[in-house]
């Protein structure tokens, strides 16, 4: 969102530019990581976060307000002196928490819930964990199970209520290959009413399974294959389009591209520049820099139509 949107920003513990600020709304616990083990709750208990003053200082900020906001540090697992953070024209908010309470789901224009399977949750904790935070293993396992409980009752259903959920998941690419697992990427999208129209491969309400390597895509084993159709989701019609493997060269995207519609792209290849140009980032050859890039083009447009503005160019 940074790059789309064009801007720098100061890396600090809240990241703030000229256009965006991203909080962490673990910044509302109320325990710190000593705290938490001596209530015997974990940090995604509703008790163990301040959703009073997250509601409260959301609004302030939607309000043009500044705000003294806390710090939970992540490395230490203590409460930081708080810090200023300021109004801005976007305002992005991540956690687990901030579809619990519905006044604060009330103060958002739009919400993505990213669905990850046990087995990518797990893989993505223990290399943050270790790597970033220094954490041990065992602390690591003992941290997964003594949240499920918590997830699964509070958390894990908000997904209902966001704007679009996107999944990303270990799956075997075909039936043939029992043995390798690759990272597939599913995007269920609701139309009528939504904030956006969903992006679609070749027609729109068709039902397509595609597996595009050959003379015009490069692919290295096992492939890539593509799935886009109708599905039903918590009881509503949503149109999936789904992506397991990688593109083995992220230049021949362009094919790829011109078969999508709706991507709220401003010229056409303008997606497979922006993933040639973050390359780097992680996940960018599969399905979750497919959807990341999709859905930063989508919040571009929320926030256009939202302001009746135009971004600074890339």
């Known amino acids: 969102l940074y790059d789309l949107f064009g801007q720098e920003f100061v890396k600090a513990h809240t990241p703030q530019g000229d256009v965006l600020t991203v909080i962490c709304l673990d910044d509302y616990h109320t325990l710190d990581r000593k705290g938490r083990t001596e209530a015997g709750v974990t940090a995604l208990d509703p008790r163990a976060n301040n959703f009073d003053l997250m509601y409260e200082q959301i609004k302030a900020l939607k309000n043009l307000e500044a705000i003294e906001k806390p710090i939970y540090n992540h490395e230490t697992g203590k409460l930081d002196p708080p810090e200023t953070v300021y109004p801005n024209h ?24 990213l669905d990850l399977s046990d087995e990518v949750k797990l893989a993505w904790k223990v290399q943050r964990d270790m790597a970033e935070r220094g954490h041990r293993l065992e602390d690591i396992w003992a ?5 499920k ?8 259903p908000q997904k209902e209520n966001a704007d679009v959920m996107a999944q990303l998941l270990r ?11 690759v990272l597939g990427g599913k995007w269920p999208q609701r139309g009528g009413g ?7 491969l070749y027609d729109e309400g068709s039902t397509i399974t595609w597996i595009p390597c050959g003379r015009k895509l490069t692919c290295s084993y096992p492939g890539i294959k593509f799935f886009y159709g109708p599905e039903t989701s918590y009881g509503r019609e949503v149109s999936v389009l789904e992506m397991d493997g990688g593109f083995e060269k992220l230049e021949e995207l ?5 078969l999508l519609n709706n991507t709220n792209t401003k010229y056409y290849g303008e997606f497979t520049q922006q993933l040639l140009k973050n390359q780097s980032f992680p996940g960018s050859t599969n399905g979750t820099g497919l959807f990341r890039g999709l859905l930063g083009f989508k919040i571009r447009k929320l926030y256009e139509k939202f302001t009746a503005s135009v971004p600074a160019p890339v």
């Open 143 to 147: 941290s997964i199970e003594s949240g």
């Open 90 to 113: 976007i305002i992005v908010v991540a956690a687990f928490t901030e579809m619990f309470d519905p006044r604060v789901r009330e103060l958002l224009d739009f919400s993505i819930y």
């Open 149 to 156: 409980p918590d997830f699964s009752a509070y958390f894990d």
């Open 254 to 258: 362009i094919y790829f591209e011109s």
């Open 194 to 200: 939504r904030p956006f129209d969903p992006v679609y």
């Open 171 to 181: 799956k075997v690419l075909f039936l043939e290959d029992l043995k390798g697992k």
